[in-house]
């Protein structure tokens, strides 16, 4: 099955600046690749996903960049607000299984 | 208002006690699934189904039943609950027009 790695694990960004997650996955047969935010107490909430057919792609302050020859995929955040501390996971689908996810990064906005 | 909804969202029961957490969606998709999170492990998949009558096993099975007698139901049965199922669980489901996964809010069940 599908293998998704993610790191950092925690990462702390001074307010306005850049934050960015990196993820790699192991099925080469996947083909969508979202990524969820998750507030404290809250469900996770998907905030940008990307298709295999696609390289990059933007909403915002948020943009996700996808490789699919070394198989890996990075959420990007700039000008970070401290509502943007949270969860983030991102996850893999190829077959019928379903989502695959990270471990998850704990982002933290320092004021 | 499109939805997933689940039941009971927090519940404390002893070693053994067999529960059912309830899972319910509005969006008559077709695939569902149950993840547990716990700390530093993420997100990972129970079971899930594709569809009535058809449900496969995730990455973590052991200790849960599940069943899809309808399309829009998903039940979680732990029969004899251990300690070590405790977690925070969540049902989802998965639009197939999008590929977007639906969560619910969240179970957190404590097995003492």
């Known amino acids: 099955g599908e293998n998704v790695e993610q790191h950092p694990s925690t990462l702390s960004v001074q307010e306005g600046d850049s934050a960015v997650i990196k993820c790699t996955y192991s099925?080469?047969?996947?083909?969508?690749f979202p990524w969820y935010k998750q507030e404290l107490g809250k469900r996770p909430q998907l905030i940008i996903d990307?298709?295999?057919?696609?390289g990059e792609k933007k909403d915002q302050r948020i943009a996700v960049t996808l490789n699919k020859t070394a198989k890996h995929f990075s959420l990007h955040i700039t000008e970070t607000q401290p509502e943007d501390s949270a969860v983030y996971f991102c996850a893999a689908r190829g077959g019928a299984d379903g989502l695959t996810f990270g471990k998850g990064t704990h982002l933290i906005i320092q004021p | 208002e499109a939805q997933v909804t689940q039941n009971p969202r927090y519940l404390i029961t002893v070693t053994g006690k067999k529960l059912t957490v309830t899972c319910s969606q509005n969006m008559n998709h077709e695939y569902m699934s149950w993840y547990r999170q716990d700390p530093g492990l993420g997100l990972r998949q129970i079971y899930y189904?594709?569809?009535?009558?058809?449900?496969d096993k995730g990455d973590v099975p052991e200790g849960y039943k599940v069943s899809r007698k309808e399309k829009r139901n998903f039940p979680l049965i732990l029969e004899s609950p251990s300690p070590n199922q405790t977690s925070l669980y969540f049902c989802?489901?998965?639009?197939?027009?999008?590929?977007?996964?639906?969560f619910g809010e969240g179970s957190r069940l404590t097995v003492l």
């Open positions: 990307i298709r295999s057919n696609v």
């Open positions: 099925d080469s047969a996947s083909n969508y």
């Open positions: 189904s594709m569809n009535v009558e058809v449900t």
């Open positions: 989802a489901s998965i639009s197939e027009n999008t590929g977007e996964l639906f």
